[in-house]
């Protein structure tokens, strides 16, 4: 096994002193330096400066005084911008693959095929918005007293400020439907990147100055989020915060918007489900499972954590399930041959495997998995639970790990019934080979997206975002307008 080379460009980036991206220009900032850790290796890589109040002022100002002249832009002078950052990151597809990975712990192979790739995708698509972002002209019921007429139609305008929070596990790419949808509508953007994998949307903003954004469209302050988070919704110049990330802090950016009458947009994760249909035989409910819930380690905000079998197959399902897993051996994942990378920080692991402890305390059996392997870094092998009951720990509470939570089902509809009996709804999975009954569980399925015989992917032209306890807003398809542009009617009388 042999590890990918790091760019001299990528070495060249770690050595600089970092902090900010404010009005065109990197700041170093004065800040407290903080470590960034390679979760391969638990080992520093560089240092970032943290932001406080005086960055956060200079990056607002920036935004606010963009702003006009960015949301008059002719909008198809927009997109043409974000087609050219589109192109940048293909040709830095390399270098930034290798930041995210160093910084993230992905495999070198998902952050050039999923981060990199559909990064780029997604740009062009929200490029493609350009010039159809319209409103519309209905007809007036009003009487004409003196032959007078009258018209009247809709506008829509961008909001102004767009805070974006961004978290550690696709730092490119949930920035992007984050900002590009932004952009496209005229917005300006503050970005704050998790201080776990702050680099990448360092180097993104850069590319986006060389190829010719105006300066101030895009702002990245890096820092603590506890402190940075309430500063930027609070200030005067928010006029949006669009937050990614755990539940807990998502409630308190939500409350601490709507307080303010922000809107805001929140996608926060949850507990996902995925059942799984008798018709479907042993391998392909074995493959369908290691898709919904063990890619990059099972950090994906939609991934599945609750998995409901039948009962007939539960046994020899669980039983390849632990002999696939187990095969797959941890490594380097700057290794393009490495099938499982670390968890993304020490704090992550460590909150996995106290859940995990818990869970094996409270009574459910663990089949593979459970523990660290003995190498540096962070990493956690991939856990199989045999719950107890529905109402075991870790069929309720977010892992955001590589740990799948199994019950055996005897009944569909009661299945159906479990997978919906949850706080959270951001979405589900149903793999069957039976048309009527996939459509039928679709329907009655209660999550913002639900996947037929597939899991975790994604397409722009498809609105994502949760309900109930998993969030509000959707992200990009055409649904993303809504979000970043407000609705202005205007009568005329002639």
Not at 266 to 291: H, P, Q, R
Not at 369 to 395: C, E, I, N, Q
Not at 419 to 426: R, W
């Amino acid at each position: 096994m042999s590890e990918v080379a790091i760019l001299p460009a990528v070495n060249a980036f770690l050595q600089r002193e970092h902090g900010h991206y404010i009005n065109g220009i990197s700041h170093p900032g004065q800040g407290e330096l903080r470590p960034v850790v390679n979760p391969a290796t638990a080992q520093q890589i560089a240092q970032v400066h943290d932001g406080g109040d005086e960055e956060v002022q200079a990056a607002m100002a920036a935004a606010r005084q963009a702003f006009t002249g960015w949301a008059s832009m002719p909008t198809l002078s927009r997109g043409a911008l974000l087609l050219k950052l589109a192109d940048a990151l293909e040709q830095h597809r390399e270098e930034l693959a290798q930041l995210e990975t160093l910084c993230s712990g992905k495999l070198i192979t998902l952050s050039r095929g999923l981060e990199l790739d559909q990064s780029v995708a997604y740009l062009r698509y929200f490029a493609g918005w350009a010039g159809k972002i319209t409103g519309e002209t209905p007809e007036l019921s009003l009487p004409s007293f003196h032959g007078e007429k009258y018209r009247g139609f809709t506008t829509r305008e961008p909001l102004g400020v767009v805070v974006g929070i961004i978290p550690w596990n696709f730092s490119i790419m949930i920035a992007v439907w984050k900002m590009a949808a932004a952009l496209v509508c005229g917005c300006t953007v503050v970005l704050k990147p998790s201080e776990f994998t702050p680099f990448t949307m360092l180097r993104v903003a850069q590319l986006a100055g060389e190829v010719g954004f105006p300066p101030g469209v895009i702002n990245v302050i890096n820092g603590n989020g506890g402190l940075l988070g309430p500063l930027l919704i609070n200030h005067p110049d928010c006029a949006k915060v669009t937050f990614t990330g755990s539940v807990p802090t998502g409630r308190a950016v939500g409350s601490a918007a709507s307080a303010l009458a922000k809107p805001v947009t929140l996608e926060l994760g949850g507990k996902n489900a995925a059942l799984f249909l008798n018709d479907m035989s042993t391998e392909e409910i074995v493959a369908g499972i290691i898709e919904a819930g063990y890619v990059n380690q099972g950090q994906i905000c939609a991934a599945a954590e609750r998995f409901y079998l039948p009962a007939e197959k539960f046994d020899r399902v669980l039983e390849v399930l632990c002999q696939r897993l187990s095969s797959l051996q941890p490594g380097s994942p700057l290794d393009e041959q490495c099938q499982l990378g670390p968890l993304a920080n020490r704090a992550h692991l460590e909150k996995v495997s106290k859940l995990v402890d818990q869970a094996r305390s409270e009574g459910d059996e663990v089949l593979c998995g459970g523990g660290s392997p003995d190498l540096p870094g962070y990493y956690y092998l991939p856990t199989v639970l045999k719950v107890r009951s529905a109402d075991s720990t870790l069929m309720q509470q977010e892992t955001f790990g590589p740990v799948g939570s199994f019950l055996a089902y005897q009944d569909e509809e009661q299945a159906l019934k479990q997978v919906n009996d949850s706080p959270f709804g951001l979405a589900a999975s149903v793999w069957t080979h039976d048309l009527s009954k996939a459509l039928r569980y679709s329907e009655q399925i209660k999550a913002g997206t639900v996947w037929v015989n597939m899991h975790t992917f994604l397409d722009p032209a498809l609105p994502f975002g949760g309900i109930k306890g998993s969030g509000n807003g959707r992200e990009f398809g055409s649904a993303f307008i809504q979000d970043y542009t407000r609705l202005k009617s205007v009568m005329v009388r002639y």
